[in-house]
C-alpha cells in the first residue's frame, strides 16, 4: 500500500462527496467530516474524544455516531520518516521505477519493511536535478493501526503522515493568501506527546520534522510546580486564576527553552541551506493552547508566532455553532487535511 502525499499539489475537479479525517492522537481522537465541490470545502460534522483507554470503543462510537465506514488516517513518530532529496531531473514514472533502488539510501529501515511513496516538489533546480519528498511508514505500524480501525469497523481509505496532512490543510487554506506570497513559514503542530514542525516555502514543504517535546511535557512540568496529578493540571489550565496562569507560564518556560532550541536548529539549518530566512510560526495542536507557548516562542526566536485556522476557507454547517468549532480548531488541524485529501 503507498502512502498518497500531499494533494493540494495536485488538485483537480472532483463530484460533490464526503470525506472523514480521523487523527488518531494520543491522548484524543480527533474526527472531521467535510463536504468537498468543486465550490470548496464545507464542515458537516466534528468530534474530539479521549483516547487514553479503549481506543477500539470510542472509534465504534463515532462510527456509529457519524456513519464513520471508512476514513483517511495518518501516522507520525518513530516508525515514519519524511525526506527531501535532489534526484536527477526525470519523470514521475521513471522516480517510481528509480526509488526501488535508490530509496535505501534515505530510509533508516529495510526498504522491505516500509511502505513508502514520492513527490516530485520541484523540478528546475541548478543540474539538471529536481527536488522531491520522500514518505516513509513501517509496515508492522500501519498494520496495527489498520486492525484497530478494523477492529471498530472501519475501513482505511488513505494513509499518509501527519506533517503531509497538516502541510495540506494549511496550504488549501492559507495557499492564496497574498500576505504569504512569496514568504518562509514554519508550520508547528503540537499534540499530546509528539510536535511536527515543517517549513513552507512558497506553499511547497521544504523541511519536516518530529520533535519530542509536546503538550505532555508541559503538563508534567506543571504538576511537578503545583504538586497535583496530571489530570489535575488538564482542568487547571482550563481557567486559571491570575495568580496560578503566572505560576504556569513560570513553569512552562524551561519546556518553552527546549522548544525554541529544537525550532532554531531546524532553522537554522534551512537557512544555511537557502537565500531565505524564516518570517513566521504558525501554531496548532491541542498541546498549543497555552497562552506561554505562544509568548515564549515569540520572545525566545524573535519571530512572529500566531495561530492559523484550519476552516478559514471552509464553511462551516449552518446546524453547528462555528463559536465551537472556531474554539477547537486548533485540534483539528491535522484531521482537517486528511479530510481534504481527494480535493
Known amino acids: 500500500m503507498e502512502i498518497p502525499l500531499i494533494s493540494a499539489l495536485k488538485k483537480k475537479f472532483i463530484k460533490d462527496k464526503f470525506a472523514f479525517g480521523l487523527d488518531i492522537g494520543s491522548f484524543t ?13 464545507e464542515l458537516c460534522d466534528y468530534k474530539i474524544a479521549p483516547s487514553e483507554f479503549d481506543v477500539i ?3 465504534k462510537k ?9 476514513a483517511n488516517i495518518s501516522f507520525s513518530g518513530i516508525s515514519t520518516v519524511i525526506r527531501y532529496v535532489n534526484f536527477p531531473k526525470m519523470s514521475p514514472e521513471d522516480l517510481k521505477k528509480s526509488l526501488k533502488f535508490e530509496a535505501q539510501k534515505y530510509i533508516p529501515f529495510s526498504i522491505e519493511e516500509v511502505n513508502f511513496d514520492s513527490y516530485i516538489l520541484k523540478e528546475n533546480l541548478p543540474d539538471n536535478k529536481m527536488l522531491v519528498l520522500l514518505a516513509a511508514v513501517k509496515k508492522d505500524f500501519m498494520s496495527q493501526r489498520r486492525k484497530i480501525l478494523e477492529g471498530a469497523g472501519i475501513k482505511t481509505a488513505v494513509a499518509e503522515i501527519d506533517s503531509t496532512a497538516l502541510t495540506n490543510s494549511f496550504c488549501f487554506n492559507y495557499g492564496q493568501d497574498s500576505e504569504l506570497k512569496d514568504k518562509t513559514v514554519g508550520l508547528l503542530n503540537i499534540g499530546g506527546s509528539l510536535s511536527n514542525l515543517n517549513i513552507i516555502e512558497n506553499g511547497l514543504p521544504c523541511l519536516s520534522r518530529d520533535i519530542h517535546i509536546a503538550g505532555s511535557s ?9 504538586g497535583i496529578d496530571v489530570k489535575s493540571v488538564e482542568s487547571l489550565k482550563l481557567k486559571p486564576n491570575k495568580e496560578q496562569e503566572e505560576k504556569i507560564s513560570q513553569a512552562a518556560d524551561s519546556v518553552v527553552a527546549r522548544l525554541a532550541s529544537e525550532i532554531r536548529t531546524s532553522f537554522d ?3 544555511s541551506q537557502q537565500a531565505a530566512s524564516v518570517g513566521k510560526i504558525f501554531l496548532s ?27 478559514k476557507k471552509i464553511t462551516i454547517a449552518a446546524d453547528l455553532d462555528a463559536q465551537q468549532v472556531r474554539a477547537c480548531a486548533s485540534q483539528l488541524a491535522v484531521a482537517v487535511g486528511l479530510a481534504l485529501h481527494s480535493y
Open 29 to 41: 481522537i480527533k474526527v472531521v467530516k467535510l463536504k468537498l465541490s468543486k465550490d470548496g470545502a
Open 285 to 311: 495542536g491541542g498541546g498549543s493552547l497555552l497562552l506561554a507557548i505562544k509568548e515564549g516562542l515569540a520572545n525566545l526566536l524573535g519571530i512572529e508566532v500566531d495561530y492559523w485556522d484550519p476552516f
Open 269 to 271: 539549518y534551512y537557512e
Open 62 to 70: 463515532l462510527k456509529d455516531s457519524e456513519n464513520l465506514d471508512s
Open 218 to 226: 508541559f503538563t508534567q512540568k506543571i504538576a511537578d510546580a503545583f
Open 57 to 59: 470503543a470510542v472509534l
